[in-house]
Each structure stands twice: as structure tokens, then as C-alpha cells.
């Protein structure tokens, strides 16, 4: 019999895996070397959850006591490195699999955050930081603006996710039905938004577009 903790912790490292190989795919785009690409596997695979467990305490991260992250995260990272025609032939599905790793992220990140006393509003945004955390610092780290602060469904559906998580917590169900639930959910938005182009509502017009399309008053005046 499969307890809670193990189950928790096998979603974590399947999460980890797909988003490490979309680290080392992006890295690989950007043309980095091998030490890049693994370094850029393990931010994409770790950094959620590193920074959710720093923030609750639970110190030092499971990422870096427990080996099998960073193996999980190398494998992944060799596996992009020596076989990227084959993963890039696999684009579209990788892009499912971002969203099954951002939806078991999501949950079991608002699940540790509930296991650790936190109250429902911040146990769901943990939730969400762990889901997004990775990706994000793999943009930065790449000079991009981070996918999640751009019009993608991303931090909405891990958002939405943990927060059935939390709502099941607070109604008594058992964590597998509400992770399988808050899991089903974002990887729907995910997948939804990936498929039909779904996005957040964008500013119409950038202040520097606008200051390109009316000219100044000294303009004017000349």
C-alpha cells in the first residue's frame, strides 16, 4: 500500500523530470553547452519547489538532501542533450507534458504547504509558485521575459489546481481525490489554452507604443 508521503513524493519526481526536460530544451535552442543544459535542467525541475520549501521551512529543500532530484534532473538533461532531434521531434507533446508537470507541481506543492500549517490562501498560491517557480528562473536565467508574466493560461491553471487541493483539504476529502481533481483541472486549462490559444486579457496599446504613435508637444509645436 502506497502511502500519502510516497505518493507525494513520485508525482514530485515525475514533475521534476518533465520540467527538467524543458529546461534542457530551452537550453539547448539558446545554444548552451552540456554544463549549461544541465544547470538549466535542474533550475527548470527544482526551483519551485526549492523556493516553496524555504519559504515554509522546510529546510534544507528535499531537492537538496534528496539525490534522486538532482539524478532525475541530470537524466533529463543528458537524455535532451544527446537525443534533442528526437525530443524536438516531440514538441507538442513536451508542451503536454509541461502541463502534467505544472499540474502535479501545483498539487503537491499546495499539499506540503497545507502539511506545514499554512492557511488556504497561501497554501494555493505555494501551490502555484512551485508549479510556476522553475520556469520562471529558467527565462530569466535565458534574459527572456518569464512565459508566466506574459498572456499564456500558466499561473491561472496551477493557481486553479492547488486550489481544489486546498478546497478538498478544508471538505475533508481524501488528498488522491482532490490531487487527481486540482491535477484533471489545470492540465484541462492548460492543455485548453495550448490547443485553442487561450490567453489573459493584454494591454492594448504599450505606453511605448503610444509614445511612438503621438508625437510630444514639442513635436507638435515644431
Known sequence: MITIDVFVRILDLIGTFVFAISGAVAAVDRRLDVFGILVLSFVAGNFGGITRDVLIGA????????????????????????????????RSPVL????????????????????????????????MLTGIGGG???????????????SDIYAVAALAGASIVVLGNRLGLPYGVSALAGAALCFGLRFMAIRHGWHLPVAHL???KRAEADPSEDEKES
Open 136 to 150: 520562471m528562473l529558467r527565462d530569466v536565467l535565458l534574459t527572456e521575459i518569464p512565459q508566466v508574466l506574459r
Open 59 to 90: 529546510v534544507p529543500p528535499a531537492a537538496l538532501t534528496d539525490g534522486l532530484y538532482l539524478l532525475v534532473s541530470v537524466l533529463a538533461g543528458l537524455i535532451t542533450f544527446f537525443w534533442y532531434t528526437g525530443v524536438d521531434r516531440l
Open 206 to 208: 504599450s505606453a511605448r
Open 96 to 127: 503536454l507534458f509541461d502541463a502534467v508537470g505544472l499540474s502535479l507541481f501545483a498539487v503537491t506543492g499546495a499539499h506540503k504547504a497545507l502539511a506545514f500549517g499554512l492557511n488556504p490562501v497561501m497554501a494555493a498560491l505555494l501551490g
